[in-house]
């Protein structure tokens, strides 16, 4: 099976460099272009045996599996491009949220998923979102799960929820290090530790929260309350971060979620101009 990336910006070379890694694919199964095909031959350096197409068309034409990666604005462009060449059994992946599983299907023959990676898959962790189009079979939802599975937590969603669920599992880790990194700044300015020495103990914290939230079966909730005796101080912190945080994620996602409908605006314009 050949396994094709159009677009080696930063979450193609992140997904290539994950599903090698993981071992899923060799790197004689890979395809790649990219605009600037300079990227696509760095890559290819780095990974003897991947194999870098002169274009989209070629790309497609060499690949079972077609994943796309490119941003919002360049999609349609390489959508009709593929459009030239795809076959019914063939599959294509958008790994981008404002593109409607819709527009592809009524632009292309093959069969069309959409899946959202995060740039924590690039350590084999972190989930992804999983949405299939009406002529994706069981047969091909287990090929692109046991893909996604190599280098994530492949996570089934209904379209309607593709912003909140990308918020969560895409942008989240954006999130959580802005969260750790002011925790840092304030923790040297105010007490003088090292900054080094502040990063590893919150990196570490961090990677030990994660462990206990999904191996460790614990809830927030009840994480929160295994840590925080009532009056001490802990609990009292906590009570701090509820009074200033309370709202800020319903602000977070009125933000996200404005921007992604202009995004959804802006690509319905595009796709219906070319
Ligand atoms: N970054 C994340 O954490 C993340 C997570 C989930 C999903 N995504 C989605 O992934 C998509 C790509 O994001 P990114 O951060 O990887 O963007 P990026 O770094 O800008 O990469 C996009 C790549 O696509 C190439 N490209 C553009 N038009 C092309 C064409 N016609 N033919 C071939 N290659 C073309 C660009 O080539 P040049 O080298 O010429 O610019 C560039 O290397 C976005 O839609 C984003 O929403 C990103």
């Not at 099976?1 to 979450?11: E, L, Q, R, Y």
């Not at 790649?32 to 031959?41: F, G, L, P, S, Y």
């Not at 981008?96 to 023959?109: D, F, G, R, V």
């Not at 007490?191 to 809830?219: F, H, N, P, Q, W």
């Amino acid at each position: 099976m050949k396994v094709g990336f159009i677009g080696t910006g930063s979450m193609g070379s992140i997904l290539i460099e994950a599903f090698i890694q993981s071992g899923v694919l060799e790197s004689k199964q890979i395809v790649v272009t990219n605009r600037t095909i300079a990227k696509a031959q760095r890559l290819a350096e780095q990974h003897p045996g991947l194999h870098v197409a002169a274009s989209v068309a070629e790309t497609t034409r060499l690949s079972h599996i077609v994943f796309i990666c490119v941003k919002p604005h360049e999609f349609k462009r390489v959508v009709n491009e593929i459009a030239t060449v795809v076959t019914p059994d063939q599959l294509v992946v958008s790994i981008t949220s404002p593109i409607l599983i819709e527009q592809l299907e009524n632009s292309l023959p093959c069969k069309v998923a959409k899946i959202i990676p995060s740039i924590a898959n690039y350590v084999q962790s972190g989930a992804s979102i999983c949405m299939y189009g009406s002529r994706i079979g069981t047969e091909d939802r287990l090929l692109l799960e046991q893909l996604m599975i190599s280098i994530s937590q492949p996570i089934v969603i209904s379209e309607q929820h593709t912003r909140i669920t990308s918020d969560i599992c895409s942008c989240g880790p954006a999130f959580l290090a802005l969260f750790v990194q002011k925790w840092i700044d304030a923790a040297v300015e105010r007490t003088g530790i090292d900054y080094s020495e502040a990063t590893r103990l919150a990196c570490e914290m961090v990677l030990g929260t994660g462990k206990l939230l999904t191996e460790g079966k614990l809830t927030p909730e009840q994480l929160q309350q295994r840590v925080a005796v009532p009056g001490g101080i802990t609990a009292e912190a906590l009570h701090l971060l509820q009074h200033k945080l309370d709202g800020v994620f319903h602000q977070l996602i009125d933000v996200t979620h404005g921007k992604f409908q202009e995004d959804l605006e802006k690509v319905k314009k595009l796709w219906s101009e070319t």
